[in-house]
C-alpha cells in the first residue's frame, strides 16, 4: 500500500494533494459565459435571417406586378418562358466559343411557363364559376388566339403610359385574359399559389417559384433593397444559406466590367474565365515563371525568419529522395 501525506483524509491510494472541485458548477458557469458571449457578438457580428420570400407576399405588395408577370408566362414574353434548357426549347441558351452548352445539356427540369405557372394553379380553384368559364374560353381557343390574346394584353400592360396597372390599360381584344389575370391575382394574395406552383409536396424544390418571382420584380426588388443590385456591389452571408454570398465576390466582380457586363452570353463566360483561374491556380507549382514569383519576392523569408536565424542560412534545405 502506497505512503500517504499527513493530513490526506480520502480513502484513495494517492500520495499527491487533493482540493474538492465542483465539476457541475463550472460546467454551469462555462455554459452561461459561452452563450452570453454567443448571443452579443451574435447581435453585433451576426448574418442577417431573412424572412423567405412567397409568392403571397409578392401579390399583397405588388399584385399589378403580379398580373403583368403571370401575363408573360402565358404570352411567352417572361424570363422562363424564353429561357431555353434545362426548362425548355425556347432557345438555344448560353453558348462558350460557339459551343452551345446549354443546348448540349438539354431540357433536365422541364417547365411549360403557361400552364405550370398560370393555367393549372387557377384550374385548382374551386367554387369560382367566372374563373372556370373563362379558363374554358382559353383551352378551347387555338394556339395562336392564346398568343395573341396574351401578347396583347401583355405589349398594353407594359406601355410607359400604362406602367403597369390593369385599369389603365385600353380597350381591345384581349379574350378571357384580364378576368383570369386578375382572378390568378387574387388566388396569389390569399396564398394560394405557394403549393399549387412549386413541384415537391414538402417544398423541397423551390426552382419553380423561384423563377415564377424572378420574371417578376419581386426578387430584383429584394435585392436593390438590402444593397444587392448588381451595380451596388453589396454582399450578405444569410443565415442558412453557408456559405452565402462573400466566396461568390469573384464571380460577381466579372458580371460589373466588359465585354461580360453587355455580353448576352455573360454567365457561360464568366464560367469559362472561372474554370480557367480556378485550373491555373491549381497549376502554379507547374507553370514556369509564375512559380518562381515566390523567389522573386521573398515573402516567405518573413514568415521563416525564425528558421534563418537559428540556422544562418538563405533558404530552407531542400527535401531530396
Known sequence: MSPRRKGDGTPDSHIFPTRPYDLVKEFVLALVGVSLLTIVLGAVFGSPDEKAMTIQDWAKANPNDVILTATGELSGDSGTAGYGPPYNNASDGQNLLGIPLQKWGGVTHPIDAANDFVINPLKDVQGDSALTANLDTWSKASADQ???????????LSDDKVGGDPTKVPSGDYGPVPAMMASYAKVAAEGGLEQQ?????????????LLLLADGSAVEDRARASSL????????????????????????????????????????LVWGLMMVLTLGLALVPLIPGLRNIPRWIPVHKLIWRDWYRRTGTTAPARRTT
Open 146 to 156: 392564346q398568343t395573341k390574346w396574351a401578347g396583347d394584353y401583355y405589349k398594353a
Open 197 to 209: 406552383v412549386s413541384t415537391s409536396f414538402y417544398g423541397f424544390d423551390p426552382t419553380r417559384k
Open 229 to 268: 443590385g448588381g451595380d451596388q456591389w453589396g454582399m450578405m452571408n444569410e443565415t442558412g444559406n453557408y456559405p452565402g454570398q462573400p466566396w461568390l465576390w469573384l464571380y460577381t466582380f466579372w458580371y460589373q466590367v466588359e465585354p461580360f457586363k453587355s455580353s448576352d452570353n455573360a454567365d457561360a
